[in-house]
């Protein structure tokens, strides 16, 4: 099983940027869709992006279409999420996750493996 670990999170202020990087560990990394959730204080998970096994296709949600863009780089076993024009409401913790297939992240079923978060603070 893939084994996944976040970083990148921090303090940043409105409308700045920053880059997640979600490193995995073995052979498979490919073979995995990957994406990333987030969990604010106080709230439910929720799918922030995703990116099938190849990178050809994604999935963003609405709430950060045109600000965050999820890529990766499966020669490095690294997915990336790179996040633009920050508002306070993007504040939470950021996990990654590796799944069975891009559907699976929008159906929640069928996800392999979790990394322990990264925490963003983004102040107004």
Known sequence: QVQLVESGGGLVQAGGSLRLSCAASGRTFSSYAMGWFRQAPGKERELVAAISESGRSTYNADFVK???????DNAWNTVYLEMNSLKSE???????????????????????????????????
């Open 90 to 124: 993007d504040t939470a913790v950021y996990y990654c996750a590796a799944g069975r297939s891009l559907a699976a992240f929008t159906t929640g079923n069928d996800l392999d493996a979790w990394g322990q978060g990264t925490l963003v603070t983004v102040s107004s």
């Open 66 to 72: 045109g600000r965050f863009t999820i890529s990766r």
